[in-house]
Every structure is written in structure tokens, then in C-alpha cells.
């Protein structure tokens, strides 16, 4: 993690919590990814292995379905035994099984001649975080593959009950949060909120429906396929409470809201953190977004009372506040038409502002997890500002 609000590089590790990943998210409950933020500060990516939550090793075989945060769909499958991983790109149609190197415990690098895979963080039984550094439709976008381990879902499992969702990518600011609702044919229903297009004085809501001409279940029965109006395919696969959907433009996490909007001590501890970041980004109104990504780890220490505190790979304090629930943000939530139309119990807000800066962080938990998503732009605004961003996961010491 950077040292000022510059550069924070996150590694991001999904995980799946209550028996889905989350966020090293089925993704395991958290979802994530909603999102807690992070503080960016300036350096660049730690090469740095990140620090893994102590949990049991496996040198059992795991399948995962997965979400690259820039639209590919792909399959896992990583073989501690053999010290293999093969992966499956159905969007890119490219598939693989690498040689696998543990560099710690359940931290694996990969050896891919093809400088495509990098490294992969895994929750056994539950989720799994790979990076990759040529993905997308040009195959040379980096990105974060967010993974639950493969389990049975059906339509019904996450119809009708509206979630908070987290929208990933990798242009465009790198997110959306928010409230959204799937119905029985798989038309979505969502309510967002921009950040970036509120500091650059662009339109900062989203309110629409995304229909959809089919859904149907994948033999295989560990995911959906929805289809629009345009034939453009989403793949939606977790759990009853926390899912992922892999959309052709990034990653949407849905997870289950809260019962109030007030924060919950259960949620207070420790977690380790992984993100994708990218820092010094500008044209952020089109996919031809510049920047510099990449990824980092780091720890956020939450107390029962809210205050958050947020530490890098290089252990330097990078961001501290109190959680505001997103219900009681007046700037995002309760004005009319141009605001969020659903208050989003369980997810949190932390501006951050200084002279030269603000930073908007947005965060939510699971049950042992916590997702995140961080917006730092410069002061005075103006579209033509430069600005850095990183979204991530936690899990729970």
C-alpha cells in the first residue's frame, strides 16, 4: 500500500463465508461485491506475498466458477497434490492446466509461460482469488477472477429479494454500488451510484431494468445463463444470499441486506485484505480508460463501534474513520429521483476529504468477510482530474 492517498494497491482474495464464497467471496457470504473501503496512498503494487488468514490446508482437488472484474467467464480447478491449476476461459476460449508453486500456506504462484495467470489465494471448500494480467476481449487487461467453489443454484434461489450489489470493472472509475432485484425470467432491476460520475459532474444515478429474452440453468446446475434482448450473456452462480454475476462488462456482486441500517459489532475484528487497484487514471467517461493497475494486500481493523482503520502491505495506517450507514448519506440516498431508490441496509460509507483530495469508500460484510470499494479523486474538481480507485475483499483472522 502507497503512503498517501495517491496509491493503494489491494490484492483482493474472494472468499465464500457460510458455505459460499465470498469474496475469496460463494463469494463466501459476503459478498462481496457492496464494500468496504480502503484508503489509497501512494506507492505502487506490493510484490509482496500477502499475509493469508490462518485456516486448514487441503491437498484436495477444487472446482470453481468464477468472474474476471472485466467481463470474462471462466472455470478453476486447482490440484494441490499434483501442484496444478487449469482454468478455463469459455469467454476467450483459452484453457490451460499450469504448474503450481505454494509460496505459502493456500497461496499459490502459477507458472504460465503465457504471462497470464499470476497468482491464486485459496479458501478451501469455499472460494478462490486468482490474478491475471491478459484477460478481457483484447486478452491484456489485468484484473481480479473472483471464484466460489461450484455448488448447485437455480433461479429461485435469487429471485424476487432485492440485494445490495457491488459493480466491478476496470475502466470507468472501477465501480457502482448499490440496490438491485432479479425477477423469475432474470430481467434486473437496479439503483446505482457513481462515484465517479460525481466528481466529474457526470450523471452520479443509475435507476433502469436490464431485461432479459431467456434464463436457464447450465447442466451442470453450478450456474445460470441469462440472455438480453441483445444476445449478450450473463453468467450467475453462489449461493441463496451471496452471489456473483459475470456480466460482459465486469463483475456484480449481490448480497443479501441487512435487517436495519445500523452497524453490527458482530462484524468488528480483523481481516486480511486483497484488491485490485489502478492509480494516475483519467478518461474515465469510456473503456479506453488509462492508468496503472495491479494488486496488494494489506489488514483493516474494525471496532464495535464502526471505527475502521486501514493498513498496507508495508504496514503504514493508510485510512481511519467511523462508518456512516448509506441510509443516512443525504448526498446518496432520499433525494427523489436523483438519489439511490432503495437505502441499502448493510452497506457503509467514509469520505475522506483534504485540501487537495476526497476519497468516498464504500463497505459491506458477510459473516466472516468484508468488501470494499475506494473512489479517490483531486480537489478542486474537474473532469479533467486524474483519479485512483481499488475494490477488494477481506476475511477475518
Avoid at 86 to 102: G, I, K, R, W
Avoid at 296 to 304: A, F, K
Wanted: some cysteine; glycine content about 10%.
Amino acid at each position: 500500500m502507497p503512503t498517501d492517498c495517491s496509491n493503494l494497491a489491494y490484492r483482493v482474495h474472494f472468499f465464500l463465508v457460510e458455505g459460499k464464497v465470498v469474496q475469496n467471496m460463494k463469494v463466501a457470504n459476503i459478498i462481496t461485491a457492496g464494500a468496504i473501503l480502503m484508503t489509497m496512498s501512494g506507492c505502487a503494487a506490493s510484490p509482496n506475498a500477502p499475509q493469508m488468514p490462518v485456516v486448514q490446508e487441503t491437498q484436495q482437488s477444487q472446482s470453481y466458477v468464477a468472474s474476471a472484474t472485466v467481463g470474462d467467464f471462466l472455470t478453476f480447478t486447482l490440484d494441490p497434490a499434483n501442484k496444478t491449476f487449469t482454468y478455463n476461459d469459455l469467454t476467450n476460449s483459452e484453457q490451460a492446466t499450469l504448474p503450481l508453486v505454494e509460496t505459502s500456506t493456500n497461496v499459490y504462484g502459477i507458472n504460465d509461460p503465457s504471462g497470464n495467470m499470476v497468482a491464486a489465494y485459496q479458501y478451501p471448500n469455499y472460494g478462490l482469488v486468482v490474478e491475471a494480467k491478459k484477460v478481457g476481449p483484447d486478452r491484456d487487461t489485468v484484473a481480479l477472477n473472483l471464484a466460489l467453489a461450484k455448488a448447485p443454484i437455480s433461479i429461485a434461489d435469487v429471485t424476487s429479494q432485492p440485494f445490495n450489489c457491488l459493480q466491478l470493472r476496470t475502466s470507468q472509475g472501477g465501480f457502482e454500488i448499490g440496490s438491485a432485484t432479479i425477477d423469475g425470467q432474470g430481467n434486473i432491476k437496479s439503483s446505482t451510484y457513481w462515484p465517479l460520475g460525481a466528481a466529474s459532474g457526470d450523471t452520479s444515478f443509475h435507476n433502469g431494468t436490464f431485461p432479459a429474452s431467456s434464463v436457464e440453468a447450465d447442466p451442470s446446475g453450478n450456474f445460470l445463463k441469462i440472455t438480453d434482448e441483445d444476445d449478450n450473456v450473463s453468467y450467475l452462480f453462489g449461493g441463496t444470499s451471496e452471489f456473483v454475476i459475470d456480466r460482459p462488462d465486469g463483475t456484480m456482486l449481490g448480497f443479501a441486506k441487512a435487517a436495519t441500517k445500523d452497524f453490527d459489532a458482530v462484524h468488528a475484528g480483523t481481516y486480511q485484505t486483497n484488491a485490485y487497484q489502478k492509480l494516475g487514471a483519467a478518461n474515465g467517461q469510456s473503456t479506453a480508460e488509462t492508468g496503472v493497475p495491479g494488486f496488494d494486500n494489506g489488514t483493516v481493523t474494525v471496532g464495535t463501534d464502526g471505527t475502521v482503520t486501514f493498513v498496507n502491505g508495508q504496514g503504514q495506517v493508510v485510512a481511519q474513520g467511523t462508518l456512516v450507514p448509506v441510509a443516512d448519506d443525504t448526498a446518496i440516498y432520499g433525494g427523489g429521483f436523483l438519489s439511490l431508490q432503495d437505502p441499502c441496509f448493510g452497506l457503509f460509507t467514509l469520505h475522506l476529504t483534504t485540501a487537495a483530495s476526497q476519497q468516498d469508500i464504500f463497505v459491506s460484510f458477510g459473516t466472516q468477510s468484508i468488501a470494499f470499494a475506494s473512489l479517490t479523486t483531486t480537489l478542486p474538481q474537474d473532469p479533467s482530474n486524474t483519479y485512483n480507485y481499488f475494490y477488494g475483499i477481506g476475511v477475518k483472522q
